[in-house]
C-alpha cells in the first residue's frame, strides 16, 4: 500500500524565522545569511540533512552531534564548538524547549491530531481503501484515506485514525483506537488498545510545561499481538517500532521512540520509558519497567517487578530494583531473608 504522511509540514522557514520562533540566538558569522539560509523541517541528529534543522540536548548524543549533517542544530552555547563545521548553531539556554518551539512552527496542526476530518459521514470514511473481505462491525468508525487490507476485521467501537494502514488477516478488537499508525499483516490488537496517541514529551522548567508535538508513527510489523488496554506511544521525530512476532500482554504501557526487536515478550504492567531499545528475544516480565534511553540486548530476561536503569548485555537475566544480575539478586535475597530470622523481633509487645 501506498501510503501519504499523517503530518502536512508549513516549512521551509529562514534561520532567522526559526530564531525569532526559538528564541534562540544566530552567531556573528551567519548574520548575513539568516533570511537566506532555509530550512524545510526537524529531525533527529542522525537523520537530519543540510535542509533540515535539529537539536540536542544529552550528553548520551554528543557523537551524533558531532557527526551531525544537518543545516542548523538548537544547542546550548557550550556546545555549539562541538558542530560540524557545515551546521549553523542556533544557540540557546534551553534547547529542548527550542525544539518544543520549532515543532510546533513547523507543524501547527500536530496539537490536534485528526481522526476523521471534519464534517465526515460517521462509519467508514467514502476516501477509505477497505480491499475484498474487509468486515467493518457496527458503530466502528474507519477515517478518511484509511486503508484496511483483505480479510481484516474491525470490532464495535473501534476507531481507526485519517491515513492509518492496516495489513491483510489483521484483527482490531472493540474500543481499540489506532492513530498515526502503519500495520502490518496478522495482527491481533486486543480490546480497548491505544495506538498512535502522543507521546509523554515536556520542556520543564520553573514557568510550567511547554508541550512537544509528537509527529513520528507507531509501526507495528507482522505478526504481532497487542493485548488489551495497552498503550502505545507514537515517536517524537523517529518512529515507535513493535518488530515482527513480539507478544505484548494487557495493560502494557511502551512510551514515544520505543524500539522492540523480533518475537519479544512483554508481560502485563510493564512500562517501557521513552527511546528504549529492545533487541530479539526479550522477556520482560510482569511489573517491569525501564528508564529511557537504555538498551535490553538480544535474548535478555527482565525478571518480574524489576527495573533496569542501565543497558541489559544479551542473553543476560536481571532482578530487582535497580536490576542487577539474576543469581546477584537471589543471593542478596537470601542474605537479608537470614538476617531478619536471626534478628529476631525484639521480644513480645506488652
Known amino acids: 500500500m501506498d501510503h501519504r504522511s499523517f503530518y502536512d509540514c508549513a516549512g521551509p522557514f529562514s534561520l532567522q524565522d526559526l530564531a525569532d520562533a526559538t528564541g ?30 535539529s537539536f540536542f540536548d544529552n550528553r548520551k548524543y554528543l557523537a551524533q552531534l558531532e557527526a551531525t549533517t544537518a543545516g542548523a542544530c538548537l544547542v546550548h552555547g557550550a556546545f555549539a564548538d562541538r558542530l560540524p563545521a557545515g551546521t549553523v548553531p542556533l544557540v540557546t539556554g534551553k534547547p529542548y524547549r527550542a525544539f518544543a518551539l520549532a515543532l510546533s512552527k513547523f507543524y501547527p496542526d500536530a496539537m ?80 480497548g488498545a491505544r495506538l498512535g496517541q502522543d507521546g509523554f514529551g515536556f520542556a520543564m522548567d520553573r514557568n510550567g510545561h511547554l508541550k512537544v508535538p509528537q509527529i513520528g508513527r507507531v509501526i507495528v510489523q507482522n505478526d504481532v499481538e497487542i493485548g488489551a488496554n495497552s498503550t502505545i506511544d507514537r515517536g517524537a521525530l523517529k518512529d515507535t517500532i513493535i518488530g515482527e512476532g513480539t507478544k505484548i500482554d494487557n495493560l502494557v504501557q511502551i512510551g514515544h521512540n520505543v524500539v522492540i526487536g523480533r518475537h519479544c515478550v512483554i508481560v502485563a504492567h510493564t512500562g517501557i520509558s521513552g527511546s528504549t531499545q529492545l533487541g530479539d528475544f526479550v522477556v520482560m516480565g510482569g511489573q517491569s519497567g525501564t528508564v529511557g534511553h537504555i538498551s535490553i540486548g538480544s535474548g535478555a530476561q527482565v525478571a518480574g517487578a524489576s527495573h533496569p536503569k542501565e543497558d541489559v548485555p544479551a542473553g543476560a537475566r536481571v532482578g530487582g530494583t535497580p536490576a542487577r544480575p539474576l543469581r546477584q539478586w537471589g543471593r542478596e535475597l537470601a542474605i537479608l531473608a537470614k538476617l531478619a530470622r536471626g534478628s529476631g523481633d525484639g521480644g513480645a509487645d506488652g
Open 24 to 53: 534562540s540566538a544566530v552567531p556573528g558569522a551567519f548574520k548575513d545569511q539568516a533570511q537566506s539560509l532555509k530550512y524545510s523541517n526537524v529531525r533527529a541528529l542522525s537523520d537530519a540533512g543540510m535542509t533540515d534543522v
Open 112 to 191: 490536534w491530531p485528526s481522526v476523521c476530518d471534519a464534517g465526515g459521514p460517521a462509519g467508514v470514511h467514502p476516501s477509505a481503501e477497505l480491499e475484498e473481505g474487509v468486515v467493518v462491525e457496527p458503530g466502528a468508525i474507519v477515517g478518511s484515506q484509511a486503508q484496511i487490507g483483505a480479510g481484516s476485521r474491525i470490532a464495535a467501537g473501534a476507531v481507526i485514525g485519517r491515513r492509518v494502514a492496516i495489513g491483510r488477516n489483521c484483527y482490531v478488537g472493540a474500543l481499540a483506537s489506532l492513530q498515526h499508525t502503519l500495520v502490518g499483516d496478522r495482527v491481533i490488537i486486543h480490546a
